[in-house]
């Protein structure tokens, strides 16, 4: 099967934006994951696909740089396509232009196909119809393991919420971008926003859970640890990196 890349224009409304009138982060990653729904369905290997032969679309990485986040009322274009298939994963990239069409944010995913029951990845080829990925990245990132928290600068909680589950029945991706960003002191993010960004997806949060998130604070660049804490199985959820920039609005 050949693929073309899906392609959306958003016009960015005033309760998808934060105090400074610029784009939330989860609002972004909700974005990215409602199109690459999307074009997976228009492909034949969207989540009804999968659901129906008991597996699952689950997100393993992200890697986002930002150069600048879109305004309220701002008009945007976003592109994305399936741009490389490995043996148990593949690779979704996405790219955001503004209103003159100039590119303002890039980002790649990888996806793993996991056997519901099992919680196992299994192989694309032999559970997916075919179809021909385009070798084009909107960046290059080889979704290298983010290091572990090593000296505890903060340490916030939250206790995951109803609205935090998506339809595979745990914590939805966008949610451990807000957890980490809240992680960060008000002062520091009302003058920096999000430059670069690398998450790893590790365990699966549930409702009700306590969430902790362990802090590095390095100036423009602050590591983040999430896990559950006071249950029985305590667990590393995600980890996330972030690099910041002065917010020039």
């Given at each position: 099967?050949?693929?073309?890349?899906?392609?959306?224009?958003?016009?960015i409304?005033?309760?998808?934006?934060?105090?400074?009138?610029?784009?939330?982060?989860?609002?972004l990653?909700?974005?990215?994951?409602?199109?690459?729904?999307?074009?997976?369905?228009?492909?034949?290997?969207?989540?009804?696909?999968?659901?129906?032969?008991?597996?699952?679309?689950?997100?393993?990485n992200?890697?986002?740089?930002?150069s600048k986040?879109?305004?309220?009322?701002?008009?945007?274009?976003?592109?994305?396509?399936?741009?490389?298939?490995?043996?148990?994963?593949?690779?979704r990239?996405?790219?955001?232009?503004?209103?003159?069409?100039?590119?303002?944010?890039?980002?790649?995913?990888?996806?793993?196909?996991?056997?519901?029951?099992k919680?196992?990845?299994?192989?694309?080829?032999?559970?997916?119809?075919?179809?021909?990925?385009?070798?084009?990245?909107?960046?290059?990132?080889?979704?290298?393991?983010?290091p572990?928290?090593c000296?505890?600068?903060?340490?916030v909680?939250?206790?995951v919420?109803?609205?935090?589950?998506?339809?595979?029945?745990?914590?939805?991706?966008?949610?451990?971008?807000?957890?980490?960003?809240?992680?960060?002191?008000?002062?520091?993010?009302?003058?920096?926003?999000?430059?670069?960004?690398?998450?790893?997806?590790?365990?699966?949060?549930?409702?009700?859970?306590?969430i902790?998130?362990?802090?590095?604070?390095?100036?423009?660049?602050?590591?983040?640890s999430?896990?559950?804490?006071?249950?029985?199985?305590?667990?590393?959820?995600?980890?996330?990196?972030?690099?910041?920039?002065?917010?020039?609005?």
């Open positions: 099967m050949q693929i073309g890349k899906c392609i959306r224009e958003y016009n409304r005033s309760y998808e934006c934060d105090r400074n009138n610029q784009l939330r982060m989860p609002t990653m909700n974005i990215f994951q409602d199109m690459a729904d999307h074009h997976a369905h228009e492909m034949g290997l969207g989540m009804e696909y999968v659901f129906s032969k008991g597996l699952a679309w689950v997100g393993a992200y890697v986002l740089d930002i986040l879109p305004q309220m009322h701002e008009n945007i274009r976003i592109e994305t396509w399936p741009s490389e298939e490995k043996k148990l994963g593949a690779v990239d996405f790219e955001v232009f503004d209103s003159t069409g100039k590119s303002i944010i890039r980002a790649s995913s990888q996806w793993i196909l996991l056997d519901f029951k919680k196992r990845p299994v192989s694309l080829r032999e559970n997916l119809p075919e179809y021909t990925v385009l070798p084009e990245h909107s960046l290059q990132t080889s979704f290298a393991k983010i572990e928290v000296r505890v600068d903060e340490e909680h939250f206790r919420r109803f609205d935090d589950i998506d339809i595979n029945k745990h914590v939805n991706n966008a949610v451990y971008v807000l957890w980490a960003c809240e992680a960060v002191r008000a002062d520091f993010r009302l003058a920096h926003v999000p430059q670069h960004i690398e998450i790893a997806f590790k365990k699966e949060g549930y409702f009700g859970e306590n902790k998130v362990l802090t590095e604070d390095n100036g423009l660049h602050s590591l983040h999430i896990r559950t804490f006071g249950g029985k199985d305590d667990r590393e959820l995600a980890r996330v990196m972030v690099s910041w920039m002065p917010n020039g609005k």
